[in-house]
């Protein structure tokens, strides 16, 4: 990227000044006079803006001479669970009956003080009410599978009938008797090179993958739970380790297609338009206009464009890939700097004598010079 003082420039160094945290993923900031390059969320004192040059990410400052900044460690990916923490929520996930004390925890090296302060940020519990939230879950899904409610709380680690029936209904809503004609959303939170998104799954297969500062997510979280008659509870299920570990090789550019499968309940029309979304090549894009004709409604345009801000399975429902007739970028629930990052990785593991088809819209030459 160049440094003079361009308006991308200075967007860029209104961000770093900020600390905005909408912008993480969209540029690495390289300070002359230090040698370290930062994440746009550092605390660190900040430069003049002639001292500072912006890079798309951390190789590009690497290369041109800049070190890590120990701060913010952009070489790290924003929100990044700690080894120490996801060893312990193996080993919860794989025992999700246990109660780890704080005499426990200590055990493993870890200060429950810490630990609380880390799931409050990150999970919005403590760790304690995040460990309950797991047991009660597969609680859930054991009186689901028929059985007893005395033997399933004594199984989940509780010493009192009494106080299960009342942790379990404070959760769920209703009595474990009266648990069979409701269902579980199972919740878990993934990092990315974005940020940290957070998926929900169902037997059927994912029903949300969001970022975790998606404006629209709690309303898209009330509608599942109505949708499904469900209560969402952090917890495992068969389809996450898959999800991850694809979009892993995603975002390392290795895959282009998802198998993991998807559940995504919405009206008819929805759901035609999110099926759409999936046949878009990847490295192309399509203007609102071509969705709308590909499913013979042109003249449904802006009810294409509705249903696309409705679809609740980033990436793997692939609406950042439609863009206005002009080629500019339009309406991303993620934002409008995480739909040109992803188009960009498309764009750069796309080999050059990839062809579009003929309904695709080019890409802006703005995008494209962010592109090279």
């Not at 007739?325 to 309406?331: I, P, R, T, Y």
Request: charged content about 20%; some cysteine.
């Amino acid at each position: 990227m160049s440094n003079d003082l361009s308006a991308r420039h200075q967007e860029y160094y209104q961000a770093l000044v900020d600390k905005n945290g909408a912008y993480e993923g969209s540029f690495i900031a390289a300070v002359k006079t230090t040698g370290i390059f930062c994440r746009p969320t550092c605390t660190a004192r900040k430069p003049k803006p002639e001292n500072v040059e912006f890079f798309a990410g951390a190789r590009e400052a690497l290369l041109h001479g800049y070190r890590a900044c120990k701060v913010c460690t952009p070489l790290e990916k924003p929100g990044e669970t700690p080894t120490h923490i996801q060893d312990l929520l193996r080993d919860l996930h794989a025992a999700p009956a246990s109660r780890l004390t704080d005499a426990q925890l200590r055990a493993r090296g870890l200060e429950p003080a810490t630990l609380r302060r880390w799931f409050l940020k990150n999970h919005g519990l403590t760790f304690q009410a995040y460990q309950r939230m797991v047991r009660l879950n597969g609680a859930f899904k054991r009186i689901q599978r028929g059985e007893s409610v005395t033997g399933t709380a004594y199984e989940a680690g509780y010493e009192s009938l009494s106080g299960f029936q009342d942790s379990f209904k404070a959760v769920f809503g209703v009595a474990p008797s009266n648990s069979r004609q409701q269902g579980v959303i199972d919740l878990t939170r993934l990092e990315t090179p974005l940020g940290p998104m957070l998926a929900c799954a169902v037997p059927q297969g994912i029903c949300l993958l969001e970022f975790a500062d998606r404006k629209m997510l709690e309303t898209e979280l009330k509608y599942l739970t109505r949708r499904l008659n469900a209560a969402i509870v952090p917890g495992p299920n068969p389809h996450f380790e898959l999800l991850q570990q694809q979009l892993n090789e995603y975002f390392r550019g290795h895959r282009r297609e998802f198998s993991v499968p998807l559940f995504a309940p919405g009206t008819p029309f929805q759901q035609a338009v999110w099926r759409a979304l999936q046949t878009i090549p990847y490295g192309s894009v399509r203007s609102y206009q071509q969705q709308a004709a590909s499913l013979l409604q042109p003249g449904a345009q802006r009810a294409v464009a509705t249903a696309n801000g409705l679809n609740r399975i980033s990436i793997l429902v692939p609406c950042h890939r439609v863009v206005a007739s002009n080629g500019q970028l339009a309406g991303y629930g993620g934002g409008l700097w995480r739909k040109q990052w992803l188009l960009n990785l498309e764009a750069q593991h796309t080999p050059r004598h990839h062809s579009l088809a003929s309904d695709m819209v080019p890409v802006s030459a703005e995008l494209k010079s962010s592109v090279s």
